[in-house]
């Protein structure tokens, strides 16, 4: 263990707190590191540190640093906005997507998951505050979109993904705890769900005490993001 004290520690830190506060083991958090807009060599550092979860937005981004860092038997999570055009290469490049909100987004990563890798692992992203600008299922709509994932061996469901409002007051508690409560249902008759991916820099502590599985986390990792170009 190094002594000095960097992001990572700091965070695995907090997370350790959050947990023992909400009476949760702390192994049932998985942290996520999500590098978008961040080089290789940083990614690379972070492993060096024992970080294995990475999450992407951007294919291409993600397509190109990726050579850099084989061999290190890290965990690729895409995160972003995907569209049907770029599902041939999520299936075949990544662990986890955490942003499944349509039947035919889904058909097309069962249908073009390589049959060498094992099942994808799927979380579908949930519009919580039901907004009707941003991307996500309405909460309606995920046990039908869940059930069907009986068709589709190639895919591993394995949860919901949320990400709220950022102004919320309440620091997003009631929104996360829909979500939790939306799992909790659905396990009813689909046990084997087991994540709830939800909570990032500004608010991932709430999230844990509200049952959060995988926090997503950036900028406090690895400082602002730079403006996109
Ligand atoms: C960028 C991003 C994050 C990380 O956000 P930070 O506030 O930088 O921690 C988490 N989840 C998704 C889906 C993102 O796009």
């Known amino acids: 263990m190094p002594d000095t004290e960097t992001p990572l ?125 941003k991307s996500g299922l309405p909460l309606a709509e995920v046990p039908a979109l869940a059930a069907a994932f009986q068709e589709w061996p190639r895919l591993r469901l394995r949860g919901l993904m949320a990400i709220p409002r950022a102004d919320a007051e309440d620091g997003n508690r009631a929104a996360f705890r829909r979500l939790a409560m939306t799992l909790s249902h659905l396990r009813n008759t689909m046990p084997a769900l087991d994540t709830l991916s939800m909570g990032m820099s500004a608010d991932y502590p709430v999230a844990i005490e509200e049952g959060a599985t995988l926090v997503r986390i950036g900028t406090a990792l690895f400082g602002p993001r730079p403006p996109k170009a």
């Open 9 to 133: 520690t700091s965070i695995r830190a907090r997370i350790q707190a959050a947990c023992a506060a909400a009476g949760r083991d702390p192994e049932a958090v998985t942290l996520l590191a999500v590098s978008k807009t961040r080089g290789a060599d940083e990614i690379a550092a972070l492993a060096d540190q024992g970080q294995r979860h990475f999450g992407e937005n951007y294919l291409q981004e993600a397509l190109d640093k990726m050579p850099a860092l084989a061999g290190r038997d890290l965990v690729w999570h895409f995160i972003g906005p995907l569209q049907s055009n770029k599902t041939r290469d999520v299936a075949a490049r990544f662990d986890w997507v955490h942003s499944v909100d349509r039947a035919k987004v889904a058909r097309r990563l069962n249908d073009q998951r390589p049959a060498a890798l094992p099942p994808l692992n799927v979380c579908l992203q949930v519009n919580v505050d039901d907004e009707d600008s």
